[in-house]
């Protein structure tokens, strides 16, 4: 974060330029121009050449390159394959919605947390992104595609609340009137479910909207697919979002991947609704995404619509998630995987 200046607010590049012997209202022009999605100093033309020369020596601007890129036939989704400076690859994908685009962001290169049903984890963690890294998904995909982007879900590859420094900097910095101005209603973050993490983020009284990665009713089930839910089991997880709501007063999302025969049964659906009484909830139900190396099979629909009849019955709001970019391997981790397989083929 120290050495790189998109990971800086103004007025910490405003020190640093003070240092260089530059004037004050140079850190809104370096902040205004980064926030743009510049790829060089030499784009910023209302500085002086001197200046722009002594940044790039200083603070090189690391710009991610597009290794690869898939669109949908069917729906119009994007799916990036970013390679970072040192070589480590992330994805970003771009969706279409009704009220604007929508971004799914990284956090990490890879992903410790080994649930069964995700390609991100397959290999671990490598390492966590930088600040500008997670910010450069969303400035490189709007100047990529060319649209607008109002929406930012953090749930692509990595565990956000595993990297909560780095992730807390990003938001402030997407969050700035100077920059690109997203609101914080406009954009969730996941998390598998690290009780800690969540306390401390609950403390930030932040306006997201906080996604809980739940996919099971308790912990027998969790404990098969979540390796997270053995240090903090069920009962403490639903204990912090109750502490969460409070503090905040945000509904809090609970996704739920369902999977055949394991979570999607009638009994499960009762149980998840005995306990998320009393919160203010929303089931997000996810139609499994295939995972190469996962023997974990996608719900059948009338599963899914019985599930979701169970939930809404009984007071829990439950939509079943669109089904975006199956078509381009748009799931956490599968082009990465894909691509980092073929590079050591």
């Not at 771009?94 to 397959?122: D, K, P, Q, W």
């Not at 998390?191 to 401390?200: F, S, W």
Request: aromatic share 6%.
């Amino acid at each position: 974060m120290k050495n790189h200046l998109k990971s800086m607010t103004a007025a910490e590049i405003g020190q640093v330029l003070k240092e260089l012997g530059q004037p004050a209202f140079r850190a809104k022009q370096v902040y205004t121009w980064l926030h743009k999605g510049v790829r060089s100093y030499e784009e910023m033309t209302n500085l002086p050449k001197a200046l722009r020369d002594t940044l790039a020596a200083t603070y090189p601007l690391n710009i991610p390159k597009v290794v690869r890129k898939q669109e949908s036939q069917r729906d119009g989704t994007i799916k990036y394959l970013w390679e970072l400076h040192d070589g480590n690859c992330v994805e970003t994908v771009l969706m279409r919605y009704h009220y604007g685009n929508t971004v799914c962001i990284s956090t990490e290169v890879g992903c410790r947390m080994g649930c069964a049903f995700c390609a991100s984890t397959i290999g671990g963690l490598v390492r966590k992104l930088e600040p500008y890294e997670i910010l450069d998904q969303v400035l490189f995909t709007q100047v990529e595609s060319g649209q607008p982007i109002s929406h930012i879900v953090l749930m692509g590859i990595g565990e956000p609340l595993d990297n909560f420094d780095n992730v807390m900097r990003f938001l402030e910095l997407v969050n700035s009137p100077e920059g690109m101005n997203i609101s914080m209603r406009h954009i969730s973050l996941s998390t598998c479910g690290l009780v800690p993490m969540i306390d401390k983020l609950a403390e930030k009284k932040l306006q997201i909207s906080l996604a809980i990665s739940l996919h099971g009713p308790n912990d027998e089930i969790r404990n098969r697919i979540m390796p997270v839910n053995k240090a903090y089991p069920i009962d403490e997880l639903l204990a912090a979002c109750h502490r969460y709501y409070a503090a905040t007063s945000r509904r809090i999302h609970f996704e739920y991947a369902m999977i055949d025969g394991l979570n999607d049964r009638e009994a499960d659906a009762k149980e998840l609704l005995r306990r998320l009484k009393g919160l203010q909830a929303h089931v997000n139900m996810i139609p499994l995404n295939h995972v190469e190396e996962s023997p974990l099979k996608p719900s059948s629909r009338q599963a899914v619509q019985r599930f979701q009849k169970i939930l809404e019955d009984g007071g829990i709001p439950a939509t079943v998630r669109r089904t975006l970019g199956g078509d381009i391997d748009a799931s956490c981790g599968q082009l990465r995987r894909k691509y980092t397989k073929e590079k050591k083929a």
